[in-house]
C-alpha cells in the first residue's frame, strides 16, 4: 500500500514541480512533512483506514495547521504557525489524507488577489478567494482540495476553472480553525474534479456517509430558473450555456419551469453585501486596529464600510434573511433544485482582479447547498458553470441532482 501512495504523491510532485512555477497555486510546500505521513500511514491497521486512505489533498491558507505555517493570506501573519489543526483538516487527517501542503489565499478570504493563474489560460484570474485550492485541482496537482465561501468563493473559482465546486448546507463542516470573514456567511467548501469526489470529500468533512457516494437521480428531477435582478448582468454566452442544459433536461424527462424570484428573494444579493461587510468589521477588528497600514485598499474600505452600518441595519437584514428562509418553498416552488450561471462570464484577465460574485451572494446568504459544472464555454474559449442549489439540508439530494447533470453532460454529442 505505501508503494502505491508514494506513486500518487511522486505523480503530483511532477506535476507541481513542472507547472507550479507558473500557476503558482501553492503557499507551502514540504516534501519530508509529506514523507513522515507516508510512514505513519504504514503503521494503520486495515480496520482504521478512513476514505481518504493515502490521497492527498490541498488546504487552502486560512485553515489552521499544527505543522505548516498558515499566514491567512496576509503578510501581516507571515510565518504565522497555529498551534491545533482546524477542525476540518483534523477530519482529514483521522480519514487517512495525507496534507500535501497549504494552497494560496487572497487576503483574509477577500478581495486582493494572490499570485496564482488560472491554469486554463495563466493571463486569467483562477478567481478567488480559494484561488490556489481550484487551481491545483484544474491542473492535476492534487485530486482534491478544500476552500471556503462568503460571497462566492468556492462556486465562482471553480466555475472559471471548469472543476466541480460544491458549498455544502452552512453549518454542516466545522468552522473551527479557520481564519474568520463574516461569521454567518462563512462555509467550507471543496473542489474535484467530478460529484464523487466532492462527495466523498465533503462527506469526510461532514461526518456525513450519504454524501460520500452520490448517485445520481434514478428519476428526472424537477428544476427552476429562477430570474434575479442580477442575471441582467450575466453574459449572453452563460445565459445560453445554461438554457441549453435546461433544454438537455428536460428532453431527458426533467420538469422545468423558468420564472422571477419573488419580490423579497430580489434584494438579497445587496443584503448579503451589507451583512458580510458589517460582520468582517466585527472579525478583523484586531487586524482594522494594530494593522490597518498592512492591509490592503479593498480591505480597508470593507472594515470602514462595515463599521458605519448601524445595528438597525444589521438587524433589519437579518430579518429580512430569516423571513425568506421561512418561505423558501415560495421560491423553490415544486422544484428539487434552482438552475443559474455560476458567474457573470468566463474568468476576467488577472489584472482586473477575482471575478465578481454576485451569483452566489443570495444563495450564499441563505445557505443553500449548491455546487457548480462545468457548463460550456465562453466567447474566448473559456469554462462556465451551471449552479444548482437544493434546500438547506438536501445536500445528498443536491448531490444526486449533480450527478444527474454529469452522467447528462458526459452523454450528450
Given at each position: 500500500m505505501s508503494e502505491e501512495i508514494k506513486k500518487i504523491i511522486a505523480r503530483c510532485r511532477d506535476r507541481i514541480e513542472a507547472r507550479d512555477p507558473e500557476v503558482l497555486a501553492w503557499k507551502t510546500l514540504d516534501w519530508d512533512f509529506v514523507d513522515r505521513q507516508i510512514d505513519a500511514l504504514t503503521t494503520w491497521p486495515m480496520e482504521k483506514?478512513?476514505?481518504?486512505f493515502g490521497l492527498p489533498v490541498g488546504v487552502k491558507d486560512i485553515f489552521d495547521t499544527a505543522d505548516l505555517p498558515t499566514g491567512y493570506g496576509s503578510a501581516i501573519y507571515e510565518g504565522h504557525q497555529p498551534g491545533a489543526d482546524a477542525a476540518a483538516v483534523a477530519r482529514l487527517r483521522a480519514a487517512g489524507a495525507i496534507i500535501l501542503g497549504k494552497t494560496v489565499s487572497t487576503e483574509f478570504a477577500?478581495?486582493?488577489?494572490?499570485?496564482?493563474?488560472n491554469p486554463l489560460n495563466l493571463e486569467r484570474t483562477p478567481g478567488g478567494?480559494?484561488?490556489g485550492s481550484v487551481a491545483a485541482v484544474a491542473d492535476g496537482m492534487v485530486p482534491l482540495a478544500i476552500g471556503s465561501q462568503t460571497a462566492a468563493s468556492t462556486i465562482r473559482p471553480a466555475a472559471y476553472c471548469g472543476i466541480v465546486g460544491f458549498k455544502p448546507t452552512r453549518g454542516l463542516i466545522s468552522l473551527a480553525g479557520i481564519k474568520a470573514l463574516s461569521n454567518s456567511l462563512d462555509t467550507v467548501g471543496v473542489f474535484a474534479k467530478d460529484v464523487a469526489g466532492a462527495g466523498l470529500l465533503s462527506g469526510v468533512l461532514a461526518g456525513r456517509p450519504n454524501l460520500m457516494a452520490p448517485v445520481g437521480s434514478v428519476s428526472p428531477p424537477r428544476l427552476a430558473l429562477r430570474t434575479s435582478p442580477e442575471w441582467e448582468k450575466v453574459a449572453p454566452s452563460a445565459l445560453d450555456a445554461v438554457k441549453k442544459v435546461a433544454d438537455l433536461a428536460a428532453q431527458h424527462g426533467a420538469d422545468v419551469t423558468t420564472d422571477a424570484v419573488p419580490a423579497a428573494f430580489a434584494e438579497l444579493a445587496d443584503i448579503?453585501?451589507?451583512?458580510?461587510?458589517?460582520?468582517?468589521?466585527?472579525?478583523?477588528?484586531?487586524?482594522?486596529?494594530?494593522h490597518f497600514d498592512a492591509l490592503s485598499q479593498p480591505l480597508?474600505?470593507?472594515l470602514v464600510q462595515g463599521e458605519s452600518i448601524s445595528a438597525a441595519a444589521y438587524d433589519d437584514g437579518c430579518r429580512r434573511r430569516d423571513e425568506c428562509l421561512a418561505e423558501i418553498d415560495s421560491l423553490f416552488g415544486d422544484?428539487?433544485?434552482?438552475?443559474a450561471p455560476s458567474t457573470l462570464d468566463e474568468a476576467p484577465l488577472f489584472d482586473e482582479?477575482?471575478?465578481?460574485?454576485?451569483?452566489?451572494?443570495?444563495?450564499t446568504l441563505l445557505g443553500l447547498p449548491s455546487i457548480t459544472l462545468p457548463c460550456g464555454t465562453g466567447e474566448n474559449g473559456l469554462p462556465l458553470?451551471?449552479?444548482i442549489a437544493a434546500r438547506p439540508r438536501d445536500d445528498d439530494k443536491l448531490l444526486g441532482i449533480a450527478a444527474w447533470f454529469e452522467k447528462l453532460s458526459a452523454s450528450a454529442p
Open positions: 483506514r478512513g476514505a481518504l477577500y478581495w486582493k488577489a494572490g499570485p496564482t493563474r478567494s480559494s484561488s448579503q453585501t451589507s451583512m458580510m461587510a458589517c460582520e468582517a468589521a466585527r472579525e478583523l477588528a484586531h487586524e482594522h486596529r494594530c480597508r474600505d470593507l422544484a428539487d433544485a434552482l438552475l482582479g477575482t471575478g465578481d460574485p454576485i451569483m452566489s451572494r443570495a444563495w458553470g451551471l449552479q
